[in-house]
């Protein structure tokens, strides 16, 4: 890393970070302060740009740079992950996106409650909502302070401190001062970088290749070590049964948590209809598969040009794949274009952490004031939603203040693991109430309760005793091993037993079922009819 490479990614920082501050400043001065208009954007944004905005969310740097990277050091089995992202969308447009339009407000609270007891089940849906936000909070925080450090040249302790430290004053700045309309303008400049970057790196790579694929996979395969296995299935999720049915879990979690991501569900509600909801999913998965498609050219053009042992040097989880292949594509190392294409791809991943920490900081903001705060303190009407709001901008600071000190304590740990995590506790505590609340008539109380708290804790207790914690080199604790449970993802016991307690729960419940109130429910998801 040359001088010239930190100073010009400083400036690209700098000028991104101006940017999206003048965004959030000439915002705050143009809002009326209500609930709508933070936690909606006074539901005003039109389906192309809340399509930009969802993509923009949920194309991450572990998306832009982690995807990238285990392609490139494990052929075919790192390009499953883009499959797994990909696939996740078509149960959103499928099952969730009108559907949470029209029986939601702004949070998953709101779909659920529609028929239930309100208190226990915002109390659970809350809580739940909030764990999965922050776990996925931690990992871009994580991700931010290796990352964001080492591209610019500072790999010790204390740069990646001040750079979590940095990353979390922002994001609190964005979400309090602009609420949902700074955050969602701040996603679509982040979605056109993105694309516009990845297009113009896919271009490159191609052009090395003469537009010719086969010779890209055929380059990338020789130079692997690894020959034509590097092209079949196995590299990585290959060997002991173990870590085949890891494959299985982390791609059930993948597949199915997207549609249980709070700030995911909370993107719906910027939009006037539910036409508009499900228009905006269409744009979104327009966006987001042609990126993943894209990460697939750059991994293996980083594996055909950079090499995997270069790729692993420099980092051994292969996040540095991308900034690697760019130098190499603009020049080289020292040269003017090398320099220039190197620092993009620095800023261009800083913009996506900033943007992706703003939207799960402003969702589970949300939670806390909506769900717990009005739950557990009633008031009057006016002064109710007044005091969310404030609320939601107190959590904001907490919740980035939270989010700072375990990015801090957790920065040594596996952050695809923590993104893992994330889906595989939304799939397991969020899906299943979500689902059963939209489509089983019989759904009671009991069961929406039981359904959240027994996937969130199986999952959480799955992960605890996993050799990700204990008993392994790699482990949170090396030196310990209380490692009851041998897989690293808990998704695929944890969501079924999430389903399992919705339904156990709702079998064993004394209380009769609202059969009024599930037709009111049907009604309102299928039409739109008494929609806020």
Not at 309 to 337: C, F, I, K, M, Y
Request: glycine share 12%.
């Amino acid at each position: 890393m040359t001088n010239d490479h930190q100073m010009l990614a400083l400036l690209l920082f700098s000028a991104f970070v101006a940017v999206t501050l003048g965004i959030t400043t000439w915002v705050s001065r143009n809002r009326h302060g209500s609930a709508e208009e933070f936690y909606a954007g006074g539901r005003l944004f039109s389906p192309m740009e809340n399509g930009f905005a969802i993509a923009g969310d949920y194309m991450s740097a572990a998306s832009f740079l982690g995807i990238s990277g285990l392609i490139a050091l494990f052929g075919y089995d790192g390009m499953l992950y883009s499959v797994g992202f990909l696939v996740a969308w078509l149960v959103v447009l499928l099952l969730v996106a009108e559907l949470v339009r029209n029986c939601g407000r702004f949070t998953l609270a709101d779909v659920v409650a529609a028929r239930m007891a309100e208190r226990p089940v915002r109390i659970a849906a809350g809580t739940s909502s909030v764990t999965v936000s922050v776990l996925y909070l931690v990992a871009q925080m994580v991700g931010a302070g290796s990352l964001v450090a080492l591209l610019l040249g500072g790999t010790s302790e204390a740069a990646r401190s001040w750079t979590v430290i940095g990353v979390g004053a922002l994001m609190v700045i964005y979400v309090s001062l602009g609420g949902m309309r700074a955050t969602t303008w701040i996603q679509i400049v982040k979605a056109v970088l993105l694309i516009a970057g990845t297009i113009a790196l896919t271009v490159l790579v191609l052009l090395r290749f003469h537009g010719d694929f086969n010779q890209l996979l055929a380059a990338a395969a020789e130079r692997s070590g690894h020959g034509r296995d590097f092209l079949a299935p196995g590299l990585r999720y290959g060997g002991e049964w173990t870590a085949r049915l890891d494959f299985i879990s982390l791609g059930v979690a993948l597949v199915l948590g997207t549609a249980g991501l709070p700030h995911i569900l909370s993107r719906f509600y910027t939009v006037p209809t539910a036409r508009a909801a499900r228009r905006s999913v269409v744009w979104a998965i327009g966006l987001i598969g042609g990126f993943y498609l894209m990460t697939i050219v750059l991994g293996f053009g980083a594996a055909a040009i950079i090499g995997p042992d270069a790729v692993r040097a420099s980092n051994a989880a292969g996040n540095t794949a991308v900034p690697l292949l760019a130098l190499d594509l603009g020049g080289g190392a020292g040269s003017t274009g090398g320099t220039v294409l190197f620092a993009i791809v620095a800023a261009i991943a800083f913009a996506t952490i900033l943007a992706v920490v703003a939207g799960i900081t402003l969702a589970s903001s949300a939670s806390v004031a909506h769900d717990l705060y009005a739950t557990l303190r009633r008031r009057r009407a006016r002064a109710k939603r007044y005091s969310e709001v404030t609320v939601a901008r107190m959590a904001a600071a907490g919740i980035g203040a939270a989010a700072i000190g375990l990015g801090l304590l957790a920065r040594d740990l596996n952050v695809a693991f923590l993104v893992g995590l994330a889906f595989a506790v939304a799939a397991s505590a969020n899906l299943p109430v979500l689902l059963f609340s939209l489509f089983w008539r019989n759904f009671t109380t009991r069961g929406a309760v039981w359904s959240v708290y027994g996937g969130l804790v199986p999952a959480v207790l799955l992960v605890v005793f996993s050799p990700v914690v204990s008993g392994s080199p790699e482990a949170l604790f090396p030196g310990v091993d209380f490692q009851l449970f041998p897989l690293q993802n808990p998704g695929l016991v944890s969501i079924p037993l999430g389903f399992l307690a919705g339904w156990l729960g709702t079998v064993t419940s004394t209380e009769p079922p609202d059969a009024a109130k599930h037709a009111e429910t049907e009604v309102r998801a299928l039409t739109g009819a008494g929609a806020v």
